[in-house]
């Protein structure tokens, strides 16, 4: 029996530049990140910038032999990098779900639901039907026209809670029940939103038949019902016996391993590794078991070192010189329309419907219209599954960077006109005196 050859190690040259892209890409990412913070911007936008910086709409412009070099066209290469950005953004998709407060939505469960599905139903037909209106010459390769038009109407129709969260914390709104509600109806727009998205993807991989369109549909289904009847008892065992130790250690690994799982688990169905990851986030969140002091150093590992290099990979897949052709032009400013029309008149009309007055649906419409960290995720599965192309991609890149730039100067217009002590006549409690008790600030 002759015994099979060991496998090469990573040859010296393609480890060196490996380690000097992640060098590069986290100093870049960090250093525009805390930039970005400082003039009132999402981090994100500074994380995105710099994978623009080193990528094809600049550097390679600037300095093309240094470019190829820190960003060979071989594609192993390229994949080491690909691997850590799906290791963080799988890791921060499980964070997020972890750190949903589901109490929200049951406090505000039908003011939350309304402006949440008008919020959402509006722009999700809208991008649909820009879908199929956009040039065949945006779409990539053979895919489907239909596909392609479910997939955008997707991308429209998220919601960024962690932008969100951060936006109200650092105006100090998250105590208001504008800032309450507005991060209620954004937990049932995420997880309606990553529902959606498992769906389209199955759609996208199996092909446009009545049988793998059954299946998109059950399969995400089937999983939710299998995680809360069977891996919600397993999950609160693990993290029980996990907090039995003094150290945060077990249970990080514990969480991490569980969110991995996961990811596994819904990649082998083809519904995304993302998809598996949030739900195990949120089985993690309602465990009753969850120490948020002991997931910190989690946390702080992903959102200080494993998203900044993702959203930096992000970054380097967006081509800005694709932006002076007159047709992607035109595109992204018709798509950035449509995006931004259909988050607020969804979100007024979801509001005018709860009996809000004209400037409470205006700050619901700026908080929900902020998509940051979920639409650059929802493009990156869309041009990994071969849905977007590099111009498409872009342009949903720039609706995530518009959106979530809009939001604090709107929020700041609309709360300033809204009297704090008159809240309680907005209509959010759900009984008919709308006795609104004062509820403690929310932490995300």
Excluded at 27 to 32: D, E, G, K, N, Q
Excluded at 131 to 142: A, K
Excluded at 166 to 179: A, I, P, Q, Y
Excluded at 331 to 342: D, E, H, K, N, Q
Aim: with cysteine; aromatic share 6%; hydrophobic share 55%.
């Amino acid at each position: 029996m002759m015994s099979s050859a060991p496998v090469p190690t990573l040859p010296h040259h393609s480890l060196l530049v490996f380690l000097l892209q992640l060098a590069v890409l986290l100093l870049l990412a960090l250093s525009l990140g805390q930039l970005a913070a400082r003039f009132k911007m999402p981090a994100i936008v500074g994380e995105l910038l710099a994978g623009v910086i080193v990528g094809p709409s600049l550097l390679s412009h600037v300095w093309p032999s240094l470019a190829d070099w820190l960003l060979p066209k071989d594609p192993g290469q390229q994949h080491l990098l690909d691997a850590v950005g799906q290791v963080g953004v799988i890791l921060l998709v499980g964070i997020t779900g972890m750190e949903l407060k589901f109490d929200l939505v049951r406090r505000r469960r039908h003011t939350a639901l309304r402006v949440s599905l008008a919020g959402l139903l509006l722009p999700l037909g809208l991008g649909v039907g820009v879908g199929y209106l956009l040039p065949s010459s945006l779409m990539e390769g053979d895919t489907s026209p239909t596909v392609f038009a479910l997939f955008l109407g997707v991308a429209m129709c998220v919601t960024a809670i962690p932008v969100i969260a951060k936006t109200l914390m650092d105006m100090n709104l998250m105590h208001r029940d504008v800032g309450q509600l507005t991060l209620a109806a954004g937990v049932i727009d995420d997880v309606v939103g990553w529902f959606l998205l498992s769906i389209v993807s199955a759609m996208a991989t199996a092909g446009l038949t009545t049988g793998t369109i059954a299946t998109s549909l059950l399969y995400p289904v089937g999983v939710v019902v299998t995680a809360w009847l069977v891996g919600r008892p397993l999950v609160k065992w693990a993290l029980r016996a996990a907090g039995r130790s003094a150290s945060p250690g077990p249970t990080v690994a514990v969480a991490t391993v569980i969110v991995l799982f996961g990811a596994a688990a819904t990649q082998a169905l083809r519904l995304e590794a993302v998809f598996g990851a949030f739900v195990c986030g949120v089985l993690i969140a309602t465990s009753g078991e969850l120490d948020h002091e002991k997931l910190a150093p989690l946390r702080t590992t992903v959102l200080a070192f494993l998203a900044p290099v993702f959203f930096a990979t992000a970054g380097i897949r967006m081509d800005l010189s694709a932006l002076v052709r007159p047709t992607v032009l035109a595109t992204a400013c018709a798509v950035l329309a449509v995006a931004i029309l259909g988050k607020f008149v969804g979100a007024y009309i979801g509001a005018k419907m709860s009996g809000l007055g004209r400037w409470e649906a205006l700050a619901l419409g700026a908080g929900m219209n902020s998509r940051g960290v979920i639409e650059v995720i929802v493009a990156m599965v869309g041009l990994k599954l071969g849905v977007l192309g590099s111009e498409t991609y872009t342009i949903i890149v720039l609706v995530a960077i518009v959106t979530s730039l809009m939001a604090p100067p709107i929020l700041r217009i609309a709360m300033a006109r809204i009297d704090e002590n008159a809240e309680a006549e907005m209509g959010l409690a759900d009984t008919k005196t709308r006795d609104l008790t004062s509820l403690p600030p929310a932490s995300v």
